[in-house]
């Protein structure tokens, strides 16, 4: 069992502001007690601090080495009889974490807190606070069966802890100072802490009342509608801890500690819930209509599956295209936002071992992740181990169109394109570029953007945001082609699916379009839809022209006839464009195998994305 660090000390400070009573079973001992373990935590000196805020509040609180290794906090010895009894009004308060329960002790090994002492040993103590608390009315306190939590999927507080604030006396600033006193470091810092997640103060967590954190008092204060004198009465303290506790329930905000990943990290387990381990991710879905997931990410490896590992994370539907993307040495970041969607992906080498996580939101928790997520980073800690690559459940869906259950993003429409200069302009049709794509890739690989375009002739060049170096550009021909003299048709028939362009041949039937137009050229050949935009050569490997979408004037053409521009007819436009065409010299034959390698490393993919 591991928590937020914060988790069980709010709900400390928060009791003891509010002065809360119990009411205890009776005063019986038994000479084998049992525990109430409340909190288990990996470090020694983390378990020792929890320890002594418990202690500052109940009797009998200890710290005990456990035979996993782990160090819990625990109370007792208590009668077994009296003990259930005690750890439901422990709970009904909110004294103790709400996943606290009854130990024999037999799995504790050695007590560490207190120094010196011997629970294991000693017999049951009778229950009881050993706090003098001031009374309240009892008719403010939750009964025992009351989940003060905050209902799960839901931002409203609960209700019962909002109404025991009003009960506590005002107080002058004098006698604010006075009070706030009184409180330890684990106060002070509890406060800080409360602030900050609110968004009034950024500074260190030291439990220091400098100026910056007078400053957050005064605007938590001016924020709800107290006086702004920078100085938090007992009350306001009490409603500061309270609205805190609220969101934290709200959240389930946990410490999971996956040794089979290899990971201990800070997880909101009100909005998600462990679904699997699928290499490389450990997956956490959605659950009370959340809309989050959360990712871990681990897998052995090096700086190229690192690499590797960003590249394919950017296909992925959860991580949409607007966004930060950042590969520095040994880590990267990937951010993405959408109408509908958020992201946030980090990961690094650790190890041998690459670690880390993604967390998926929908747009209406935004306000809520800007404090979960730094809770996250600030608690990730990478542990030995890393997922088994042959970590694949049994009957998980396997498709290409997945990755480890996670659906691969897919492009709005594809179509084809081909080189025109060695600076890697390509050449292709409106129609791949005609919706509002948030981004053009070509071969699924380099960014784009539109350099020019013409629509009455269906158009478009485009210029790759980074220089590129293709293996092959088109020769352009200078004159028409030959009537009845075989060409070949480069490109994807398939929406990209072969990952290489494929190559049709067929005949050069007429010089004209179907209502006479001279820019245009009729093949006697079948293509495909995806395959406008390719280039189409002869046979000596001169580009005489690019072809047409299958779709003119509302009609489709038929099955055997395709439409393409005609190459000399373009001067004009590449001279817009500010493109300096290579005008082919060609006149031997090649074969169709080195054709066909001609049209593969000239001719690509243009997809449009959203």
């Given at each position: 069992m591991h928590f937020h660090v914060f988790r069980g000390l709010v709900a400390l400070m928060l009791t003891a502001t509010l002065a809360l009573g119990l009411i205890w079973p009776g005063q019986a001992r038994a000479q084998q007690g049992v525990f109430i373990q409340i909190e288990s935590h990996g470090a020694l000196t983390e378990a020792e601090q929890r320890a002594r805020a418990y202690a500052q509040l109940v009797q009998n609180v200890n710290a005990f080495r456990a035979e996993t290794g782990l160090y819990a906090v625990a109370l007792g010895p208590y009668n077994p009889a009296e003990a259930q009894t005690l750890l439901q009004q422990l709970l009904a308060q909110g004294l103790v974490p709400r996943d606290s329960f009854v130990v024999t002790g037999?799995?504790?090994t050695a007590q560490v807190y207190p120094v010196g002492a011997n629970a294991l040993g000693a017999p049951a103590?009778?229950?009881?606070?050993g706090v003098e608390l001031p009374e309240i009315e009892q008719s403010t306190l939750p009964d025992a069966g009351t989940d003060t939590a905050t209902d799960a999927g839901t931002d409203t507080p609960a209700e019962p802890v909002a109404e025991i604030v009003p009960q506590l006396p005002e107080e002058t600033p004098q006698e604010a100072r006075?009070?706030?006193a009184q409180l330890d470091r684990a106060g002070r810092d509890a406060l800080q802490i409360a602030m900050q997640w609110f968004g009034f103060y950024n500074g260190a967590i030291d439990g220091a009342f400098g100026p910056g954190t007078r400053s957050a008092m005064a605007g938590w204060q001016e924020d709800r509608g107290h006086e702004p004198s920078g100085i938090l009465t007992t009350r306001q303290r009490a409603q500061l801890l309270s609205e805190y506790r609220s969101e934290l329930a709200a959240l389930g905000m946990e410490t999971v500690r996956d040794t089979r990943a290899g990971i201990q990290i800070d997880l909101p387990l009100a909005m998600v819930e462990f679904e699997r381990h699928n290499f490389p991710f450990a997956q956490y879905d959605p659950i009370n209509d959340s809309g989050m997931q959360v990712l871990l990410i681990s897998q052995p490896g090096d700086r190229n599956t690192l690499f590797g590992l960003y590249e394919i994370m950017q296909t992925l539907e959860i991580v949409p295209l607007e966004g930060e993307r950042s590969r520095?040495?040994?880590?990267f970041l990937l951010t993405g936002q959408s109408p509908t969607l958020r992201s946030h992906t980090e990961a690094r080498?650790?190890?041998?071992?690459?670690?880390?996580f993604t967390l998926v939101w929908p747009p209406e928790r935004d306000e809520q992740i800007a404090r979960v997520l730094p809770m996250m980073q600030q608690s990730f800690t990478a542990l030995d181990g890393a997922l088994d690559p042959g970590a694949i459940p049994a009957g998980a869906e396997q498709d290409v169109d997945m990755v480890s259950g996670?659906?691969?993003?897919?492009?709005?429409?594809?179509?084809?394109?081909?080189?025109?200069?060695?600076?890697g302009a390509v050449l292709t049709t409106t129609e791949a570029v005609a919706g509002q794509c948030q981004q053009i890739l070509i071969d699924d690989s380099y960014e784009?953007?539109?350099?020019?375009?013409?629509?009455a002739l269906g158009l478009a060049v485009l210029r790759p945001r980074q220089r590129l170096a293709p293996m092959a550009y088109a020769e352009m021909a200078g004159t028409a082609g030959r009537l009845r003299a075989d060409i070949a048709v480069a490109g994807f028939p398939f929406d990209g699916a072969l990952g290489s362009a494929s190559m049709a041949f067929g005949t050069l039937a007429d010089l004209q379009g179907i209502n006479g137009e001279d820019t245009v050229q009729r093949l006697d050949l079948a293509t495909a839809d995806?395959?406008?935009g390719g280039p189409v050569f002869d046979l000596t490997g001169t580009v005489l022209g690019m072809v047409l979408p299958g779709l003119i004037e509302g009609r489709t053409l038929p099955e055997d006839v395709t439409l393409a521009l005609r190459a000399d007819r373009l001067g004009e436009v590449f001279t817009a464009a500010g493109i300096t065409p290579t005008v082919s010299t060609r006149s031997a034959t090649m074969s169709r195998d080195l054709l066909a390698r001609l049209g593969a490393d000239m001719t690509v993919t243009v997809s449009c994305w959203n």
């Open positions: 037999v799995q504790y103590e009778p229950v009881g606070t006075q009070s706030e520095q040495g040994e880590s080498l650790i190890g041998g071992a690459v670690k880390g996670l659906e691969v993003r897919q492009p709005e429409l594809v179509r084809s394109g081909f080189y025109v200069d060695a600076q784009a953007e539109i350099a020019y375009s013409d629509e995806s395959e406008a």
